[in-house]
């Protein structure tokens, strides 16, 4: 059985930066989405099983960076210049074809890990 555990959420002073782990036993392409209170899930960063591969949403360009170390089954997003719009609940995802930013895309998901960025 597939399993993802986030881990690094936490509260952040705007221009902070908070760097977010994904433990995932899985080798596809993988991902990270969030949800804002009262917004749809949406994706942030796609990444291949290789790494060389790498896909960001607009709003988090030039800000964000996702990673991973396959050697410790492990997925990170790094997430620099932090605005209060980043706040929201984030999320771990596996399973998907490469390329594949559609929340439909992704098979397997994480519980989710809460950033809070305040202003």
């Known amino acids: 059985q597939v399993q993802l555990v986030e881990s690094g959420g936490g509260l952040v002073q705007a221009g902070g930066s908070l760097r977010l782990s994904c433990a995932a036993s899985?080798?596809?392409?993988s991902g990270w989405f969030r949800q804002a209170p009262g917004k749809e899930r949406e994706f942030v960063a796609g990444?291949?099983?290789?790494?060389?591969?790498?896909y960001y949403a607009d709003s988090v360009k030039g800000r964000f960076t996702i990673s991973r170390d396959n050697a410790k089954n492990t997925l990170y997003l790094q997430m620099n210049s932090l605005k209060p719009d980043d706040t929201a609940v984030y999320y771990c995802?596996?399973?998907?074809?490469?390329?594949?930013?559609?929340?439909?895309?992704?098979?397997?998901w994480g519980q989710g890990t809460q950033v809070t960025v305040s202003s």
């Open positions: 899985i080798r596809t392409f």
């Open positions: 995802a596996a399973g998907a074809v490469v390329g594949g930013t559609a929340e439909e895309s992704f098979r397997y």
């Open positions: 990444i291949t099983w290789s790494g060389g591969i790498t």
